[in-house]
């Protein structure tokens, strides 16, 4: 079906073309390993003078009153407290820290940045504030932005792009290609890398998750919290098998105000209890993931 | 008037592993912070939560159903609070709309004579940011319960928690030493106002039978799971430093007939434990005071 093309950018299917995950030459990871799974941890600054992005707690009667301090503080805590729950588990397993976080924010949480720039986390690219890139005024400048301010501070050019609640334009994988980003994960449609064409050099995108992710599980869909633990077991289970005869990856995003929080902290930590004695998994961060994928993977597309 | 700070102006980022450890006298390494809530609910309002949509998904005045929803709280299961906190010795913090020592005597009489906390909590039920007077109804709120009990309230909590910006400034000139409604740390901590320090207790908004029962609609045993998960973290983590574990619980939530025995397997649960200390938000106050010295006077 045709449909109607964006005055600049291009619709997803003119990116990617459709492609069944069994027809593909098979993908081979080193070590005999079957599967990479990669966490990513996210970390935000809500601005106290604006609504929240998300709540726990709704106010007497309903509404949105301003400001929304109570909820705020639940946000606060998360990088008070509850990052160094999930760092723990993250030192003792010896999982590669990837994080997110908005450029605007990495001053806020100087010990917190600090504590992961010694640990050799890999920053990735996450707008230059929490909001949706379609109402940024100057795509641009947001994505360089975020770029530069991830430099000075780590002394390395992030490589992978996510957008503020995976947000894009229609422009956004093209943009990212021109400000020199070597992978994006916001297309989470595969359980492979794929190449995405732009109007310049393709761009890689590598798989993250909508569905293991505290956000969506503990704040829309409020499901216990032991069963953000079941359903990443039940995930890499299948990916697990599934990666018999060619490699996949397997993602899992966190939120530290969220499986931080004391009640939520052991789910988290069980799941690499569990996973960690397997052999035949690999724990890498996005750029390792993309060096493998550049190495052994298809050549771009023209 | 300058404009009130924002909650960064008030406390700057802190990481709870680079502060020293908070110790607790003796053996103690956790205290157990029961908060109850008692409130009125205006029936010529809107109600403060709905269990039942209403039939055609719009909500009509009067909401007799659910002002009948919270009124069984105060008639039948506060009973059931005051039992078991009088068998178990404990002595919680009430948090109470200052109207209940006027619409409901007989109950706030009743917490009083037993000895629990009194912690301002508004005149009634409703955001903060509604009051046309804030200073007002929070003076008002604090006397009332003075008058009622013999002693002015030390600790304050927002309906809901809700604040305004200068809402710590005005509670600081009421007299008011503690809040609950900073619900960001696992510590006391101390916040600057315009009228010198303010104390932050960790309060919850998880640990709280509102969000898991009438928000995320969990099935009733998993307050039970959620604050036994809780207590096992800060119990753990409370070998090398002073924890705080709160639980809030409101009458009409944790007070049903089918709720109540979750709850007492909390207790029996908790009590399990060496070195808990079931204190109420005065005396954790107290005791921060005291260890805090430092805190509280770079804040004035």
């Known amino acids: 079906m045709n449909f109607p093309k964006p005055p600049v950018g291009m619709l997803p299917g003119d990116r990617i073309a459709y492609s069944p995950i069994v027809n593909r030459k098979p993908l081979k990871l080193p070590n005999r390993a079957r599967m990479v799974v990669w966490t990513i941890t996210n970390v935000e600054e809500w601005d106290p003078t604006q609504t929240m992005p998300r709540t726990v707690l709704t106010p007497p009667a309903g509404g949105s009153p301003m400001p929304d301090i109570p909820n705020w503080c639940w946000h606060e805590y998360g990088n008070r407290v509850g990052f160094w729950r999930l760092l723990q588990v993250y030192d003792d397993f010896k999982i590669p820290g990837v994080m997110n976080i908005n450029g605007a924010a990495v001053g806020a949480f100087p010990e917190l940045v600090q504590a992961c720039v010694e640990r050799n986390w890999e920053f990735v690219g996450h707008g230059f504030t929490q909001r949706n890139m379609q109402k940024v005024e100057n795509e641009r400048d947001d994505i360089r932005k975020s770029a530069q301010v991830l430099e000075k501070l780590t002394g390395k050019r992030p490589r992978g792009w996510l957008g503020p609640g995976l947000t894009e334009t229609w422009e956004t994988p093209d943009i990212l290609a021109e400000e020199g980003y070597d992978y994006v994960a916001d297309w989470v449609l595969d359980d492979q890398p794929v190449w995405l064409k732009t109007r310049g050099k393709p761009i890689v995108n590598i798989p993250y998750t909508q569905e293991c992710n505290d956000v969506a599980m503990m704040l829309i869909q409020h499901h216990k919290a032991k069963e953000f633990y079941d359903r990443a077991m039940d995930q890499f289970e299948q990916v697990h098998k599934d990666a018999k005869d060619s490699a996949r990856v397997m993602a899992i995003s966190v939120h530290p105000y969220i499986m931080g929080a004391p009640h939520r902290a052991k789910y988290f930590r069980k799941i690499f209890e569990k996973i960690a004695k397997k052999k035949d998994v690999l724990f890498w961060n996005g750029s390792q993931i993309l060096d493998w994928y550049l190495k052994t993977g298809p050549k771009a597309p023209h | ?300």
């Open chain 2, 1 to 300: 008037m300058p404009n009130p700070m924002i909650p960064r102006e008030r406390s700057e980022y802190s990481a709870i592993v680079d502060r020293p450890p908070l110790k607790l006298p003796g053996n103690a390494r956790i205290v157990f912070w029961t908060i109850v809530n008692y409130e009125v609910w205006d029936i010529g309002k809107p109600m403060a939560r709905q269990l039942l949509p209403a039939p055609t998904g719009v909500p009509l005045l009067p909401d007799v159903v659910h002002w009948g929803f919270h009124e069984y709280g105060m008639r039948v299961g506060c009973w059931r609070f005051f039992e078991l906190f009088k068998k178990l010795g404990i002595k919680p913090t009430l948090s109470a709309n200052a109207r209940i020592c006027e619409d409901y005597e007989r109950v706030a009489a009743q917490a009083r004579d037993d000895g629990w906390e009194f912690m301002g909590h508004a005149y009634e039920q409703g955001p903060i940011h509604k009051e046309t007077d804030q200073a007002g109804m929070i003076n008002r709120s604090m006397d009332i319960m003075e008058k009622f009990t013999g002693k002015r309230p030390v600790g304050w909590l927002g309906p809901g928690l809700t604040q305004t910006l200068e809402t710590p400034d005005l509670l600081a000139a009421a007299g008011v030493k503690y809040i609950g409604d900073w619900v960001y740390d696992d510590e006391p901590t101390v916040i600057k106002t315009t009228k010198g320090p303010l104390v932050t207790l960790p309060y919850t908004i998880e640990c709280n039978d509102i969000p898991v029962m009438i928000v995320q609609h969990h099935n009733s045993d998993y307050l039970f799971q959620l604050v036994k998960d809780q207590f096992d973290r800060l119990y753990q983590e409370s070998a090398s430093r002073a924890k705080i574990c709160a639980l809030a619980i409101h009458p009409y939530i944790s007070g049903q007939p089918h709720r109540i025995k979750y709850l007492e397997a909390i207790y029996d649960y908790v009590n399990r434990h060496e070195g808990v200390l079931h204190w109420n938000g005065e005396q954790i106050y107290d005791w921060y005071k005291g260890t805090a010295a430092k805190q509280l006077k770079a804040a004035e």
